[in-house]
């Protein structure tokens, strides 16, 4: 149980962290509205996930798993409009939260009794 609560904290704090991120960039002009708006969905569709991972609904790992793959598609054509190049460190540290969140959820989901 404590690995679902986890996920779903972790996953909720993230999803938060990106479409607030999202906001941001789009009020300081640094990514189009419609950039903005997609990865602020993308956001909001990791945290209502996250609500229904402790209770071990398959469908919301699933879902889970697709956000965090379009965020991280999403977080590289941002990059590519903000900066006009991929900061590697950046995904790779995107990468390795995603896997650890999608690591503790499958855990808790489909190992954990």
Known sequence: MLTLLLAGFFALVYGALTAFAA???MRQQQISPGAAALTGFIGIIIMLSA???PFRIYLAFYVLVAGLIAMLV???RNGLAMHGKIN???HIARF???LAIAGLAFSGIFITP
């Open 23 to 25: 906001l941001k960039a």
């Open 51 to 53: 609500l229904f991972i």
């Open 74 to 76: 999403a977080a590289v």
């Open 88 to 90: 590697p460190k950046h």
């Open 96 to 98: 390795i939260i995603s």
